[in-house]
């Protein structure tokens, strides 16, 4: 007999992009966590992140950038 879960990851997978996100989005809320809120945790980190992008402290690298150098690790 199959395994359940194995089963659902491989129909998951399936699933067009914006789908998947949508279900990892749910899974995570499912978790129960000693955070708080998890939507107002990222909401905190996403407004922490533009604020050090809008202050100068961090430099935003392109995502062309950030891909080539993970193919170079990889090779």
Do not use: C, H
Not at 15 to 39: F, G, Y
Not at 55 to 71: H, K, M, Q, W, Y
Request: aromatic content about 6%; proline content about 4%.
């Amino acid at each position: 007999m199959a395994d359940p879960l194995k089963t659902f990851e491989n129909e998951a997978l399936k699933l067009p992009q914006k789908d998947r996100a949508e279900l990892a989005r749910v899974l995570l809320l499912s978790l129960d966590s000693e955070d708080d809120d998890i939507e107002e945790v990222w909401a905190a980190e996403a407004e922490r992140r533009y604020e050090e992008l809008k202050s100068g402290a961090v430099e935003a690298v392109p995502s062309e950038v950030v891909f080539a150098d993970a193919r170079a690790l990889l090779e």
